[in-house]
Nanobody, 115 residues
Framework: QVQLLESGGASVQPGGSLRLSCVVSGSIFRFNVLRWYRQAPGNQREWIAIITTGGATNYANSVKGRFTISRDNAKNTVYLQMNSLKPEDTAVYYC?????????WGKGTLVTVSS
């Protein structure tokens, strides 16, 4: 049974920073890619960042230059460092792991950016 557990969501002022964590049960090496998504109220879930087994990364244009995805294989954890946060970054953030045609999801962590 694969489990993903996100943490680190909080309320922060515009311009602030947060680091989200996602702990994956078992070894994260078995997953081809790890991704972060987010879903704002009334919107569809959108992909924002990806990291491969080899460490290659890519980002949605909306977060490029502000967010950084990384992984700690020893801790089976994937991170999302978020800087220069904007009110439009307010959303529930989800961790996703993909392997052999299967998608696994965490339950999400809420980020609120407001003055």
């Amino acid at each position: 049974q694969v489990q993903l557990l996100e943490s680190g969501g909080a309320s922060v002022q515009p311009g602030g920073s947060l680091r989200l964590s996602c702990v994956v049960s078992g070894s994260i090496f078995r997953f081809n890619v790890l991704r972060w998504y987010r879903q704002a109220p009334g919107n569809q879930r959108e992909w924002i960042a990806i990291i491969t087994t080899g460490g290659a990364t890519n980002y949605a244009n909306s977060v490029k230059g502000r967010f950084t995805i990384s992984r700690d294989n020893a801790k089976n954890t994937v991170y999302l460092q978020m800087n220069s946060l904007k009110p439009e970054d307010t959303a529930v953030y989800y961790c996703n792991a993909f392997s052999n045609g299967m998608d696994y999801w965490g339950k999400g962590t809420l980020v609120t950016v407001s003055s």
